[in-house]
């Protein structure tokens, strides 16, 4: 039927996803998200990931020709920037995995960041 999802063959899903519990305004961590292809999937996967965080961040990569079976790992640098630098706020991590233009899996709860105050003579 005109317009009806391409059926995917693939089955891939996000493994890991690791965030760090607290971190420092100013300074990086890295961010670390795994996907797999399961291994009865009937297809090798293209498509892509995106980790959002509720402080505007957005990271995005492509994957082509993932194998079944197969796994990948991406990282992402993030630097922590506090709205206001003498208040610690918490980030919300979402996570996905798009296949042929569909969203085939997705993380969107139970990871957080603590973006911590700076502290010392640099602080405000």
């Known amino acids: 039927a005109a317009g009806a999802p391409v059926p995917v ?18 300074l990086s961590r ?12 009937a297809a090798p996967a293209t498509g892509e990931v995106l980790l959002t965080g509720t402080d505007g961040s957005e990271f995005r990569a492509a994957f082509t020709d993932l194998r079944v079976g197969g796994k990948l790992k991406f990282s992402f640098r993030w630097t922590a920037r506090l709205a206001d630098p003498a208040t610690p706020a918490t980030v919300e991590w979402r996570a996905s995995v798009i296949v042929d233009g569909q969203q085939v899996d997705g993380v969107d709860a139970g990871f957080t960041t603590q973006v911590l105050v700076k502290q010392g003579k640099n602080a405000k």
């Open 9 to 26: 063959l693939s089955k891939v899903s996000i493994t890991e996803l690791s965030v760090p519990a607290t971190v420092i305004d100013g």
């Open 30 to 41: 890295t961010l670390m998200l795994t996907i797999a292809n399961d291994k009865l999937a």
